[in-house]
Every structure is written in C-alpha cells, then in structure tokens.
C-alpha cells in the first residue's frame, strides 16, 4: 500500500491540524502540551479570525496562521515558522 505522508510544514496541511473546528480536540491537547496555561482556560478554546485588525489606513494586512480564545478571554496566536533559526554563525562573528 503507498503511503503519501503531507508535510505539515504546508500551510494548508497546518490549518487542517490547527485552524479546523473538527480538529479543536487535538488544537486544545497541542495548546495544553505546549504553553504554560491553567487548565481551566481549555475549557473553551475558540478558532476566531486569523485577521489582524488594522489600527491605521496605511497598516500592512496582518494574517495570523491560527489565532484562538480561551475562556477567560486571551488570544493566543499560532505561528509556523519554516525557516531555519541561525543562532550563530562563525563568519559573522
């Protein structure tokens, strides 16, 4: 059987794990696993606009990849990031 494995680095592949209401079981499990949040808060998480609001005409459009609510109201906003993250680099020392 051929197994076809999508990455998840695909911006479309991550907002089915992240952005889908169908999937706000394992979103709240990722949230809980990875931030440091009382567990009270997961008791409502809520996939809300990715959009940022702009404060100003002349404001670049801002599109979060996955923004949610928790019950007490924080918005948590989830980002991928696919480039690699150089701490340090010997030439430019």
Do not use: C
């Not at 479309?12 to 999937?23: G, M, P, S, V």
């Not at 706000?24 to 808060?41: G, M, Y």
């Not at 109201?73 to 993250?85: C, D, F, R, S, Y």
């Amino acid at each position: 059987m051929l197994r076809i494995i999508l990455p998840v680095k695909s911006d479309i592949i991550f907002r089915i794990f992240f952005a889908d209401e169908r999937n706000l079981e394992f979103l709240t499990d990722f949230l809980k696993s990875a931030l440091s949040i009382p567990p009270e808060e997961y008791e409502e998480v809520i996939i809300v606009d990715p959009h940022l609001i702009r404060e100003h005409p002349a404001d670049k459009l801002g599109i979060i990849d996955v923004k949610v609510k928790t019950k007490s109201g924080k918005t948590i906003h989830i980002e991928i990031q696919v480039a690699p993250l150089v701490l340090y680099h010997p030439q430019i020392a």
